[in-house]
Structures are given as structure tokens and as C-alpha cells.
């Protein structure tokens, strides 16, 4: 039998376990030799049924950990739904649920399916408390001094080298400390708009750029965005001439997950470009990847120093530290000076701790852990709201990330169901939180970045039972 039509009847009969639910979502798949041992064939032969079946979605590769039978190919519930804009919809801000929400950050005993923090077990806290007794040792000043207006050097020169994704098209001098990746989306959006100017935004789009936007007295154009593939650039094409600046976060989005494709990112690239429009890129999930490598953000086509490249410690090292990163291409020098006015500098003392801990702290090993602990959860999630969840419920496929976009049925509020959920301690971020107009009522917003335990499981389970309930 010919080699080409033995890798095919590998890939078919694995394709067959698959379909007879033999082999199930993350499941592994034998690795390259005891496949090669089990069919008696040659590793290459191996290596292209793999490949073939990873090109139809059906298993996918973690690198150094083998193949994986893949979350698509035993999708039980639809994508949700791609938002139809209408710019003549009711406005209504979310402030009010935002407060709500927010107002439960140091509930305790509270399940935290709400705000999108790292419950502490991600954490690395015994290494973070080391390299703050490092740096303490050899501070003369406790870290009372000013440190530079740009940000520590030691800490830019950490963050360009962990920055191999760019491969080595930033550098220190690139880089601009801020307080989070918040105060960078802000300090980006002052920096190239002004009051009355229209910004590009995903939908739904994550709610603190929303507030951003609004408190700078910006217009935001919601733009329909697809769950896996991103923003649709053929409508983004048609409001582009009216834009000041587009605020997108292309590596695993906030709310919905997804990662935007290469040719997406370069398209993308080159329409800002032609229209000379700034891009804000908001890149704080891009290490936190499922797939095999990090992805590339639109920075990395960027030759025209528009797009505004930013970054943080904040989702996978430490929340509270507030210490992020842009790379303002064009607009650097007008960053510093607004950070000059708003902050003078950032606090030394947590610029050098995460200094250390990403030189001495083994951070990509971190990261690798973490990465795994989250892709577990996903996989635990994704099985709960298809037991728990009514069979109509409409679910994400994140690539990345911590969050998962639940739609629905349209008789549901998922605002009226917040409160009934609170009562029984368990919190979830609502649809219209999402949005600058009265939509995505019927939908909701889950982190899987926590402790996964019993409770959790069986809280998901009480959750599934109050919208069936409702029904």
C-alpha cells in the first residue's frame, strides 16, 4: 500500500474513534512512535496523518505534551451569534452594572465567574515574595528614588527580551512603563484623538475600554466581530475614513476569545495604514495561548510605527503590582509627557520586582504551568455548560485567554439573573456590560482562571438550573 494513502487511513480510522465518541475532547492521541509501532509504519507516515487531522480541526498539537483530540470536533453547542450594529439603537451606558459588578472584587466566599483575575493557586507567590527580598537587599533607597519618566531601564530591557514573539523589532527604548494595560489603552487614546473623535472597537468589546472612551469624550464604533475569526475588516473599511484611532485586542479577546489569523492581522495592518488611522493593540492574553505558539500581534507587521503595541503583568503574574508596558511606536514622545504630567513616574519598587522575577524567576516556566491550568479548566468548563447549560445555550472557542461568552436564549436576562445568582453567591459578568447600546441582554460572561473545584462545578450546575428554570 502506498505511503499517501496510509497516512489517510490512519487519519480516517482515529477520525472514526472520534465520531464514536471512543476518543473524546482532550483525550490524547498515542504519541509519534507508539503510533508508528501500532500501525507499523514509518514516523513520517505517522507525522502526516497527525497533520492531516490537524488541518480538519479534528486534534490539535501542544508542543512537548503530543496530539489532543480537539474541542471543535465534538462541538455540541452553536458560536454565538455575530452582532448586527445599529447605530441608531438606544444608548445605554453599563456604568451602573459595571459599579455592580465590581462592587463584589473583595467579596468573600463568593464563586468568581465575574471579573477576569487569576484566582492565587495561578499565581507564583513564594518566587514574587523572593524577588522582592532580592530587590529589597539591594536598594540603598527602600525604593523611595524617582526612577526615569519612560520606565525603569532593567524592566524594559526584561520585557524586550521576553518580547521574542516580536523578534527583536522592539527594543528598550521602545518601551513606555505604565500603571496596567488600562492606563496605557487611556494614555494611547489621549495621545492620538481628541474629544468628539470616533475610536473603532470590537463587539462586544471589554468594558473598561468602553469607559475609556467615554470619559475622554470619544465616540465608539461598535464593529460586528466574528467569534473566531475577529472584526469584520469589510465593515471596519467603511467607517475607517471617519476614525481617529481603532482599540482592538486581536490575541484572544475580551469577552469573546477568539485569535485573529495572520492574513487578518496583516489586512488589518495595511488598511490602517492606507487611512494613516492609529491602532491601539491591547496584547495582554498573548502568552496565555492553548495552541502551539505564541501568535504574532499586529505590531509585528507594523512598519509605520502606528500601532500601539501594549502589554501587562497583570493577568498572569500579579494583579495588584499594576505594572504594564507599550511599545507607542510614532507617538512615544507624546506618551512621556503625558506621563510626566499625570504620574511623574511609575512606583520603582514593583518595576524592579518584576524586573527580577523575569530575569531570575522562570517565567516562561511560570507560563507554561499557568497556561496548562487554565487550558484544564477550559476543557472542565466547556463540559459543564454542555451538561448543565439548556441545549440552545450558544458558547465561545477561545483560543486563549480566561473568558467564555455564554448566549442565551433570547427570553433570558441575564442581568435579572445576576441578582438571583449573587443571592446564591455565585457571580457572572452580564451581557449589556458589553456594549454601549442596550444589547447582548440574553448573554454572559464566565472566567475559568480559578481554583476548579467541587463547588465550582456544582455552582455552574445551580446556574444552568436558574436559566432553565426561567425558560
Not at 29 to 40: F, V
Not at 72 to 89: D, M
Request: aromatic share 10%; proline share 5%.
Amino acid at each position: 500500500m502506498s505511503k499517501d494513502v496510509l497516512y489517510l487511513k490512519i487519519a480516517k480510522s482515529v477520525t472514526e474513534q472520534i465520531q464514536s465518541d471512543t476518543l473524546q475532547f482532550g483525550d490524547r492521541l498515542p504519541s509519534l512512535r507508539s503510533a508508528q509501532k501500532l500501525y507499523n509504519v514509518s514516523l513520517n507516515t505517522v507525522k502526516q496523518a497527525y497533520m492531516e487531522l490537524e488541518s480538519r480541526s479534528l486534534v490539535e498539537s501542544r508542543p512537548k505534551y503530543g496530539y489532543f483530540v480537539s474541542q471543535t470536533s465534538q462541538r455540541k453547542l452553536a458560536l454565538p451569534s455575530i452582532a448586527k450594529i445599529k447605530e441608531a439603537a438606544v444608548q445605554k451606558s453599563p456604568e451602573d452594572l459595571i459599579d455592580k459588578v465590581f462592587g463584589t472584587i473583595s467579596g468573600k466566599d463568593i464563586t468568581q465567574f465575574a471579573l477576569g483575575i487569576p484566582g492565587e493557586s495561578f499565581l507564583p507567590l513564594a518566587k514574587l515574595k523572593k524577588s522582592i527580598n532580592n530587590v529589597i537587599k539591594r536598594k540603598n533607597d527602600s525604593g523611595t528614588d524617582y526612577e526615569p519618566v519612560q520606565g525603569s531601564e532593567h524592566l524594559r530591557r526584561e520585557i524586550a527580551k521576553w518580547a521574542l514573539v516580536l523578534e527583536g523589532k522592539i527594543t528598550e527604548d521602545d518601551l513606555v512603563i505604565t500603571s496596567g494595560a488600562m492606563n496605557a489603552v487611556y494614555n494611547c487614546l489621549m495621545a492620538v484623538t481628541k474629544p468628539g473623535d470616533s475610536v473603532a472597537v470590537e463587539s462586544p468589546v471589554y468594558f473598561g475600554i468602553l469607559q475609556a472612551i467615554e470619559l475622554l469624550g470619544l465616540k465608539a464604533v461598535e464593529i460586528p466581530t466574528h467569534p473566531i475569526l475577529g472584526i469584520d475588516l469589510d465593515e471596519l473599511k467603511k467607517v475607517l475614513p471617519k476614525l481617529s484611532a481603532c482599540c482592538f485586542v486581536t490575541n484572544f479577546n475580551n469577552p469573546l476569545g477568539f485569535q485573529m489569523p495572520d492574513e487578518n492581522k496583516k489586512e488589518l495592518v495595511r488598511l490602517i495604514t492606507e487611512y494613516n488611522v492609529p491602532l491601539i493593540e491591547d496584547d495582554i492574553y498573548g502568552n496565555v495561548y492553548f495552541g502551539a505558539e505564541r501568535p504574532k500581534p499586529c505590531k509585528y507587521y507594523d512598519e509605520a510605527g502606528l500601532v500601539m503595541w501594549i502589554g501587562s503583568v497583570t493577568k498572569v503574574l500579579a494583579p495588584g503590582y499594576r505594572v504594564g508596558w507599550v511599545a507607542p511606536g510614532k507617538f512615544k514622545d507624546k506618551i512621556i509627557r503625558q506621563k510626566l504630567v499625570q504620574t511623574v513616574c511609575s512606583p520603582s519598587l514593583y518595576s524592579d520586582v518584576i524586573a527580577d522575577f523575569l530575569e531570575y524567576g522562570r517565567y516562561d516556566h511560570h507560563l507554561r504551568m499557568f497556561r496548562n491550568k487554565l487550558y484544564a479548566n477550559y476543557h472542565q468548563i466547556q463540559k459543564s455548560v454542555a451538561s448543565y447549560f439548556p441545549d440552545n445555550t450558544k458558547i465561545s472557542e477561545p483560543k486563549g485567554g480566561f473568558m467564555l461568552w455564554l448566549e442565551l436564549d433570547k427570553r433570558i436576562c441575564t442581568e435579572d439573573l445576576y441578582d438571583e445568582a449573587f443571592s446564591k453567591k455565585i457571580n457572572f459578568a452580564p451581557g449589556r456590560m458589553f456594549s454601549q447600546y442596550n444589547q447582548y441582554q440574553n448573554c454572559m460572561r464566565l472566567n475559568y482562571a480559578l481554583e476548579w473545584t467541587d463547588r465550582v462545578e456544582s455552582d455552574l450546575e445551580k446556574l444552568g438550573k436558574m436559566i432553565k428554570n426561567r425558560l
